[in-house]
């Protein structure tokens, strides 16, 4: 039904008033500065109402507040700027401002114009056209409330319009009978004039409102935009017997949600009591506060939906929203989620796991446990993961050693089990750490090897050997020996062994052990 219209090119900023010229206002009006307008209409003597400043503006703002303040300063809502064709009001309908700018207009006594410059009718006609419902609802009650030699009349292809946006219902159901419309335009023009008489009607008559389109539950559903915002109108038709599987919740919420109207969140929720897991991670995605009020407060999250809104958080790498969740949810240990966290950065994997204490529990990773811990938490830390890395060689990589044996220690894992990591070398020398055992004693010149039982090395030299400068050959399981306060090299240094020697042995974590080395000479042949 609908013309395509003619494009027509709007002139963004055409001012060259004789009071006051563009170069004057033009700056101050893009930055909606009234103040600075003030001064400079003050200035060339000029005043709100011989400029335009509406139709200047208009050609590319839209601030309702700005609108306003203009119009109680007494702007002109009919003076076109020089150079332009069109009116402040053709211009709102043209660049489809919205029905708070259109009627900012109409109460400031803008009229409606039989013809609009470059547009095939008049102003009503060319929001009708435009499928601007809203407007034209306002434009029609508008031109109503005029004497009947000044009212406007659209044109033939629109003539059965005014009836629903007037709560016409003999001339609806004429409409509806001979089948002059879509359903889909009849529920259009019936929501945006708010018509509850015919809406009633287009109930009790059982015409579809295709509200419900679970395929593109974002872009279908008739009125959608208007039932967003009009809660109360969706309520009333519900009250009236429209059947709730008519109506596209879902797709209410994600229009609401991308225009983070919160407040009206929270009215279509009053009137749906469904828990809707399709939109959590939009609400999710619109802000927390959206997420509890589509939620009960996340009473209606289960534990498999709380997945999707931790991915969602860590894919944006969101700290306060992966804070909030752990704040929130009632499964204590989310293990397959690990990995991902850890891609998304290591402050949100500490997050995750509560700074890093949850994988130092492993009675919260006991299968079949109520938080579910997926299994034990040796199986989670040694669990593979990009490149075939384990979670503790990951850990390892952004942290350090000790770290990863705080992780480690409450396990007491097989030695074994820790070959072929990344810190396996760290590991064995934290494991030798204590090692302080004299292996082997003796010396090289003359020839000897020593017996060790216990802590006490007894090594028989040949007859006439010197005592007093020995240089010993030892090996030990780890740390070092001293002798006194001198420290032994195996091979190096030289004590004199004529009486019995003390060798202390100091491990890595400052354990110690004491030997008592006794050198004797053989008997002669």
Not at 102 to 131: C, F, H, M, W
Not at 368 to 383: D, F, K, S, Y
Not at 471 to 487: D, M
Request: with cysteine.
């Amino acid at each position: 039904m609908s013309v395509r219209l003619r494009p027509v090119l709007l002139a963004v900023w055409v001012l060259l008033g004789a009071s006051l010229s563009a170069q004057a206002y033009g700056p101050d009006l893009k930055a909606e500065n009234l103040n600075a307008l003030d001064q400079h209409l003050k200035a060339a003597g000029s005043t709100y109402k011989s400029e335009p400043l509406l139709a200047s503006y208009l050609a590319y703002g839209q601030n309702e507040d700005f609108v306003a303040a203009l119009l109680k300063r007494g702007c002109n809502p009919n003076l076109k700027a020089p150079g332009s064709a069109l009116s402040p009001l053709s211009l709102a309908i043209v660049r489809n401002l919205g029905p708070g700018v259109v009627s900012l207009l109409l109460q400031g006594g803008a009229a409606l114009e039989s013809r609009i410059s470059g547009y095939p009718g008049n102003t009503i006609d060319v929001a009708l056209d435009k499928q601007e419902w809203e407007n034209a609802n306002l434009l029609i009650k508008a031109n109503q409330r005029n004497l009947p030699k000044g009212r406007l009349v659209p044109s033939d292809r629109f003539k059965d319009y005014p009836a629903f946006f007037l709560d016409d219902l003999v001339q609806v159901r004429n409409i509806l009978r001979y089948g002059e419309l879509s359903n889909t335009l009849v529920w259009n023009l019936a929501l945006a004039g708010n018509s509850k008489k015919v809406l009633k009607y287009l109930i009790e008559f059982q015409i579809d409102p295709h509200l419900n389109d679970p395929g593109r539950p974002q872009e279908n559903g008739v009125g959608l935009d208007l039932l967003a915002t009009r809660t109360d109108l969706l309520e009333s038709l519900l009250s009236d017997g429209l059947s709730r599987n008519q109506v596209n919740f879902d797709g209410l919420y994600l229009r609401l949600f991308t225009r983070k109207a919160l407040d009206s969140v929270q009215a279509l929720k009053a009137i749906d009591p469904v828990a809707r897991p399709s939109v959590f991670v939009p609400a999710l995605a619109a802000g927390w506060e959206f997420l509890g009020s589509v939620t009960n407060n996340l009473a209606d999250v289960s534990p498999a939906d709380f997945l999707g809104l931790y991915r969602h958080a860590l894919a944006h790498k969101d700290v306060v929203l992966v804070r909030n969740l752990v704040t929130a949810d009632p499964q204590r240990v989310r293990p397959e989620l690990y990995a991902e966290a850890l891609d998304a950065g290591f402050d949100l994997f500490l997050l995750l796991t509560r700074n890093l204490t949850d994988l130092k529990d492993p009675a919260l990773f006991q299968t079949g446990a109520a938080n579910n811990g997926q299994g034990n938490l040796m199986a989670v830390l040694w669990r593979s993961g990009p490149g075939t890395r384990t979670l503790l060689e990951r850990i390892f990589e952004k942290t350090d050693f000790p770290t990863v044996l705080s992780l480690i220690q409450p396990m007491n894992p097989p030695r074994e089990i820790l070959e072929g990591q990344t810190f396996s070398a760290d590991y064995h020398r934290w494991m030798d750490r204590g090692n302080k055992d004299v292996l082997s004693f003796g010396f090289r010149s003359p020839g000897a090897e020593g017996i060790i039982q216990g802590t006490e090395i007894a090594v028989a030299v040949p007859s006439g050997t010197d005592l007093t400068a020995l240089v010993a050959e030892f090996r030990l399981s780890g740390g070092q020996t001293r002798v006194g306060s001198v420290l032994q090299v195996s091979g190096q240094t030289v004590n004199d062994f004529s009486a019995p020697v003390v060798l202390e042995v100091t491990a890595q974590d400052g354990s110690q052990k004491t030997y008592t080395v006794r050198v004797t000479l053989s008997p002669g042949p």
